[in-house]
């Protein structure tokens, strides 16, 4: 039997370098606002456009998760808090849970359904339970993006449809996402969900990585017309985290294929990692535009709509960082109920609203002493079967 024949060590490299080539490649193939960075040491490992600024879309909800993990920690919530689904809640547009009014879920299901199906409701309810109001709870947004530092973004509501004044940058959103990794690190199991199970209907995740990465492990999409196909994902290979922040692609497919090949790119400058830049330390250029990108015209016409439709299948992707997944999506199941504390959740009643909402509990009846004591003589003791009497006898 002949010996199997081994590459030689210079071989391996020179595969090594056809690949990192390849991904870099591809990573560049796009010109759209992009970057890697490791969670760890926050150095980072590619980085165009990571300035320009932007419409999050859904990843918006990152935030949101964020402001919940803080009032987690700060004792003011667990994770079997009551969210309510309010009119306000009910009313926002797919997607969504689209449970009736006055539905209650705990903490911890809502957060499932907000990072892994992208409920809109889900994101105004958690709003409305820790602020009262999406007005509100957009300041505490606000706050939180300018203590971390995220000096391009303004929040106006908890889930990401278009509004004016919402935007953020690659940079901050990378600055977002690698806090909630090494600050909330028990939290990560949200963000690798791969599909919900709600009753009897089953949602996947609209994260294309989960399943078809090596190491994939996160975290958020997000998608409007004027925004884009975004992706944040996440990726933890022989110890190391990277993140990687893409932007303003045509699909669900092509931001997964070039998220794919930007932590490729970056699992391959690994060995380079202390000669490369803090993501503190960056600075947007002096030239940059302060104006908002705008893609409707490009990615909601019918042409980029038929190209989508025409590329629909996910049983083959343009690049071979991603594979196809061959198994079915592992699914996690959430449920309504479940919940203990008060709802801050605003509640119009007669013009007026009306902060705290307690969840309703169920009574035990209690019988009046009366109806008690015929019951005891009767021998219908609660949870006891009546012994049979012997009846006297009648007589003639």
């Keep these: 039997m002949r010996p199997a024949i081994r590459p030689a060590p210079l071989h391996l490299?020179?595969?090594?370098?056809?690949?990192?080539?390849?991904?870099?490649?591809?990573?560049?193939?796009?010109?759209?606002?992009?970057?890697?960075?490791?969670?760890?040491?926050?150095?980072v490992l590619h980085a165009q456009r990571e300035f320009d600024r932007w419409q999050p879309a859904s990843l918006t909800k990152l935030m949101t998760a964020y402001v919940a993990?803080?009032?987690?920690?700060?004792?003011?919530?667990?994770?079997?808090?009551?969210?309510?689904?309010?009119?306000?809640?009910?009313?926002?547009?797919?997607?969504?849970?689209?449970y009736p009014v006055g539905t209650i879920v705990n903490l911890d299901n809502a957060l499932k359904m907000l990072l892994a199906k992208s409920a809109n409701d889900i994101a105004v309810a958690i709003a409305e339970s820790v602020s009262g109001s999406e007005a509100e709870f957009a300041k505490r947004?606000?706050?939180?993006?300018?203590?971390?530092g995220m000096n391009d973004s303004h929040f106006v509501n908890p889930h990401g449809l278009h509004a004016d004044g919402q935007v953020s940058s690659a940079h901050d959103l990378a600055v977002l996402a690698r806090a909630i990794r090494r600050e909330f690190p028990q939290y990560d199991r949200y963000f690798s969900i791969e599909a919900l199970q709600a009753g009897e209907r089953t949602y996947s995740s609209y994260n294309l990585l989960l399943g078809r990465f090596p190491g994939a492990d996160g975290m958020k999409t997000g998608y409007i017309c004027e925004s884009g196909f975004n992706l944040v994902g996440s990726a933890t290979r022989?110890?190391?985290?990277?993140?990687?922040?893409?932007?303003?692609?045509?699909?669900?497919?092509?931001?997964?294929?070039?998220?794919?090949?930007?932590?490729?790119?970056?699992?391959?400058?690994?060995?380079?990692?202390?000669?490369?830049?803090?993501?503190?330390?960056?600075?947007?250029?002096?030239d940059r535009t302060?104006?908002?990108?705008?893609?409707?015209?490009?990615?909601?016409s019918q042409e980029a709509n038929d190209a989508r439709w025409a590329d629909r299948s996910l049983d083959h992707f343009a690049t071979d960082a991603l594979t196809p997944m061959t198994r079915a999506p592992v699914p996690v199941a959430v449920f309504t109920g479940g919940a203990e504390g008060i709802s801050k959740s605003a509640v119009l009643f007669a013009g007026?609203?009306?902060?705290?909402?307690?969840?309703?509990?169920?009574?035990?009846?209690?019988?009046?002493?009366?109806?008690?004591?015929?019951?005891?003589?009767?021998?219908?003791?609660e949870g006891m079967i009546p012994v049979p009497q012997s009846r006297p006898d009648g007589g003639a």
């Design 238 to 286: 022989d110890g190391h985290t990277l993140i990687a922040v893409v932007l303003g692609e045509m699909s669900s497919k092509s931001r997964a294929e070039r998220a794919a090949d930007l932590l490729e790119l970056g699992f391959s400058r690994l060995p380079m990692l202390d000669s490369l830049p803090l993501l503190a330390s960056l600075a947007p250029p002096a």
């Design 69 to 98: 993990f803080r009032e987690i920690e700060s004792g003011a919530l667990t994770l079997k808090s009551p969210v309510r689904i309010s009119s306000n809640a009910a009313r926002k547009p797919p997607s969504h849970m689209a």
């Design 13 to 43: 490299a020179v595969i090594a370098l056809f690949m990192l080539v390849a991904h870099a490649a591809a990573a560049a193939s796009s010109t759209m606002p992009s970057i890697v960075v490791d969670v760890e040491s926050g150095r």
């Design 290 to 300: 302060t104006e908002v990108a705008d893609l409707r015209a490009t990615v909601c």
């Design 141 to 148: 947004m606000n706050a939180e993006a300018a203590r971390l």
């Design 352 to 381: 007026q609203y009306f902060d705290s909402l307690p969840v309703p509990a169920v009574r035990p009846m209690r019988l009046s002493d009366e109806v008690a004591e015929r019951r005891e003589q009767a021998g219908l003791v």
